[in-house]
């Protein structure tokens, strides 16, 4: 089954801005915390931005000031709005969620960042 449904990646110039959205199915409780990481090619998954159950968010400094991470724990939801986006941003992002029983991944979307 399908746990995290992510959408929103795609084609987007230089300059331009992406939100990508996680849905994560209902049946996930006692979420401790959600967050996006990528992946380009040739380099490892590194974090992009998390966000806690209680708010506090945390960023790579290469996305800081252009990502904005939110979340709507009541719909187990979380948003990455992505804004400036530049080549170099391009990956696969890939949905992260974390409870106290296990931890669940997206099946990642494609960011493209070309003109």
């Known amino acids: 089954q399908v746990q995290l449904v992510e959408s929103g990646g795609g084609l987007v110039q230089p300059g331009g801005s992406l939100r990508l959205s996680c849905a994560a199915s209902r049946s996930i409780r006692r979420i401790n915390a959600m967050g996006w990481y990528r992946q380009a090619p040739g380099k490892q998954r590194e974090l992009v931005a998390t966000?806690?159950?209680?708010?506090?968010?945390n960023y790579a400094g290469s996305v800081k000031g252009r990502f904005t991470i939110s979340r709507d724990f009541a719909k187990n939801t979380v948003f990455l709005q992505m804004n400036s986006l530049r080549p170099e941003d391009t990956a696969v992002y890939y949905c992260?969620?974390?409870?106290?029983?296990?931890?669940?991944w997206g099946q990642g979307t494609q960011v493209t960042v070309s003109s």
């Open positions: 992260n969620v974390d409870n106290e029983i296990t931890i669940y």
């Open positions: 966000i806690t159950s209680g708010g506090s968010t």
